[in-house]
């Protein structure tokens, strides 16, 4: 038996536990009061709502009207229906363009030129008509008809042709002969008549060229008539 007295080896020291870290525990929430659900957010009612502005329709872009066209001096024309058949316009028109530039030189001169010839053909009508010479008023009919003809006067050249008709002793529009005395009546009468259409004629050329026309260089401006 082993002997109560011996010595039993000593117990190992256990090392020292390490001091308890104290670990502090959150602290209790407060008691709060609980809060009351906020309320839902109100729609606005239909008479604070705000009207929309109305949108005006696009704005219709209006076009710019095109420039006129520069007129050419052939289309400065008066009204037809104003010359009250004083001058064929279509004809005037044809001599119109034959002129090169705005001065109209070329048919102004036409016109002077008739001027000038139809002053001297009137002449010779009354000097013919005194001395009852058929042959010579035929004659002077026939050639200021077609020179009135060529500017586009249409009374002149109408009556004019009436005066080479009964120089020739001869009525056309009734169909019939006639005599000297008749005929020389007649062109007694239609002289008058046609001289007042030969100054119609002769102001309304004067009055389109002075307001249509440009002077020619170095040329001063065309009294007013």
Known sequence: MPDPLAKQPPSPVKPPSPPATATKSPPPPSPTSPKSPSPAPKS??????????????????TAPAPAAEPSTPSQALPDPEADQGIIDMETFQQILDLDEDTTHDFSRGMAWAYFTQAEQTFKEMDEALL?????????????????????GLSKVQA???KIQHYGQQRDEEAGKNLTVEGAITRIGALLSQVNEEYSAAETWLKNWYDEHADPEDGEPDAPPS
């Open 44 to 61: 606005p009612s239909p008479a604070t709502q705000p009207t929309p502005a109305p949108v005006s329709p696009p704005s219709t872009v």
């Open 131 to 151: 001395g009852k010479n058929l042959a010579q008023l035929s004659s002077l009919g026939h050639f200021l008809k077609g020179s009135s003809a060529a500017l």
């Open 159 to 161: 009556s004019c042709e």
